[in-house]
């Protein structure tokens, strides 16, 4: 039975679809998906129309910097013209390897309107991977700070010019190398059709490929998320408690990510939302940034919201002003949903838990579960994203499954990216023959239509047979209020194949040994789950650009000491 918030988003999404945001139809690879018809056709086309709304709001606080909507979209449009001028020509691929600053923002519009693709490189990749990158999909320049330019001057060979950025220089002062003294050029009239952004796997399972979307796919992301903005106004507006502020949210995940680019950074515009820029996360200066501007919606991976929660100085701080405390890229401990709810609420009743699933691939959307249905199944990534979301749980061969019954993921959507840049057969194989984009990720509907991810399809133990979620025994780890991360994976076993091993790092003063760890497990999870190794880390687990742990370097590490190492019990890493 669908929940009473369900009924209500339901009802809701159905008046948006009547009133604002009607559906219409496209044909793209053999399949005919909805789109929303009203939707700017192309990047510039929608920040041209909406900065016109919003011209002289505030955009974007960076430090003691302030700019508004108008003052950004003035510079974007120079860097445009300077861009086109110098020669660039619809299609280029122009990199972007930078923190998060208003001239990332700027030249990421500047690109995308001059008609380049704009290419968003991981901040944190050393020289290595940064070249292997900007290679693979041929970049003919590349944005920089001083950092990442250091980095790129460092490879021998390296001949893609480079412009270095002082980001932490007024905007203006920063891109005046992008625009003074150049030419300047017509700025092309862009279609849906025209490829707008290449973003890069996180790298989980190997190397990082080149996800190329076109500007429909973009600007289609952006407006699925748009219309679950209204439906969640409207219903706070029955309620008796609309917005009487600017909307504004932190921006405090990495830009070259899917989430900080499509539902924080694009869908501002639309909204005409305030973002508050953050070079570094730290718990505190965002709850000192929430107060000080009233920051209304804040969305980052788990750990970032678990760490204000948790924090001691917390209740120094009003944070009354925050309605949703939103999470992605990986699930959230269950005990961490409720306390969201029942310590971090503001006098309206705010401080309520989301948690969102969506891939690089798909633009950033597939499913979001909301506020109550979030306490009812805080185990579950909620239900597909209206109205444009295709969901389906899939066998072997891409056939679906009875409902229940566990399968990959299918997410089907006129958001998915094209291709993998250069890689035809890795394209070929993340899409069914009816188009299906597959995840990767095993997961089950349940009668509601509520996704529960149980795994990475490449990331389940095979213990003498039998399959072992790493997903199912982290989650029963993490019940232990000790431990603050923990990763899980195979390990060889010359009897079973493989057994579950574990690596974890427990709070301040809350250490456990192997033994008891292992007695609080054989109490919650079958036998044979349990990990058979395990290690205690010193240091807070590695973590990908997307803030997923890395799985792939964890598990070599402790692969490596399994085979130097008698089968004792807990070692120090």
């Known amino acids: ?206 190397q990082s490929k080149g996800a190329l979307s076109d500007h429909r796919a973009v600007l289609q992301g952006v407006f699925n998320y748009l219309a679950q903005v209204l439906v969640m106004l409207g219903i706070a507006t029955e309620d008796g408690n609309p917005p009487t502020t600017q909307p504004a949210t932190l921006l405090n995940v990495p830009l070259f990510h899917v989430t900080a680019e499509i539902p924080v950074f694009l869908q501002s515009f639309a909204m005409g939302r305030k973002l508050v820029l953050m070079p570094k996360w730290d718990a505190e200066e965002a709850m000192r940034l929430i107060e000080r501007e009233s920051v209304t919606y804040f969305v980052g991976v788990p750990l970032m919201s678990f760490e204000i929660l948790t924090h001691p100085n917390r209740a120094r701080y009003d944070l009354s002003t ?45 499913c979001g579960n909301w506020r109550d249905n979030y306490i009812a199944k805080p185990n579950s990534t909620g239900r597909a994203s209206a109205p444009l979301v295709d969901l389906a749980i899939l066998d072997g061969a891409g056939r679906p499954v009875p409902q229940g019954a566990r399968g990959e993921i299918g997410v089907r959507t006129v958001c998915n990216f094209k291709e993998y840049w250069g890689r035809p057969d890795a394209t070929a194989a993340a899409f069914t023959a009816d188009r299906y984009f597959l995840t990767g990720d095993i997961g089950y509907l349940d009668e509601e239509g509520y996704l529960f991810i149980v795994d990475r399809k490449k990331d389940i133990i095979i213990r003498g047979g039998e399959n072992i979620s790493c997903q199912e025994v982290e989650a029963a780890i993490y019940e232990n209020a000790r431990v603050a991360e923990v990763a899980v994976f195979a390990l060889p076993d010359e009897r079973f194949g493989e057994v579950p091993g574990a690596v974890v790092v427990y709070r301040p003063g809350e250490e456990m040994t192997p033994e008891e760890l292992c007695a609080y497990l054989f109490a919650h999870i079958a036998a044979f789950k349990v990990p058979q190794r395990i290690w205690t880390s010193l240091e807070p687990l590695p973590r990908l650009g997307t803030e997923k742990i890395d799985k792939v370097t964890l598990r070599a590490k402790f692969r490596a000491l399994v085979a130097v190492e008698a089968p004792a019990a807990d070692v120090k890493a």
């Open 1 to 206: 039975m669908r929940s009473i918030l369900d009924r209500r988003m339901d009802d809701g999404l159905t008046g948006v679809l009547a009133t604002q945001l009607p559906l219409g139809e496209i044909a793209l690879n053999g399949v005919t998906l909805p789109m929303i018809s009203v939707a700017p056709p192309a990047l510039p086309h929608y920040f041209a129309h909406y900065v016109a709304e919003h011209r002289e709001a505030t955009f974007l606080v960076a430090g003691e910097e302030r700019l508004t909507f108008g003052q950004v979209y003035d510079e974007a449009l120079k860097v445009a013209h300077a861009l086109a001028g110098g020669g660039l020509k619809v299609g280029d691929r122009v990199g972007i390897a930078m923190r998060n600053s208003p001239s990332w923002i700027v030249l990421y519009m500047g690109i995308t309107i001059a008609g380049g693709i704009a290419c968003l490189l991981n901040g944190w990749w050393q020289s290595d991977e940064l070249a292997e990158a900007i290679g693979d999909v041929d970049c003919s320049l590349v944005f920089a700070d001083p950092p990442r330019a250091k980095r790129l001057a460092s490879i021998p060979g390296f001949a893609v010019p480079v412009v270095e950025i002082m980001d932490t220089l007024l905007l203006a002062q920063a891109i005046a190398p992008v625009i003074d003294g150049k030419s300047q050029g017509a700025l092309p009239d862009l279609t849906g059709d025209a490829n707008a952004t290449i973003l890069f796997t996180s790298g989980s399972t190997g």
């Open 322 to 366: 925050v309605t949703d405390f939103a999470a992605g890229g990986a699930p959230r401990p269950i005990e961490h949903v409720r306390r969201i709810k029942e310590e971090m609420g503001g006098p309206k009743g705010g401080g309520n838990p989301l948690i969102g699933y969506g891939l690089t691939e798909t633009n950033g959307v597939g």
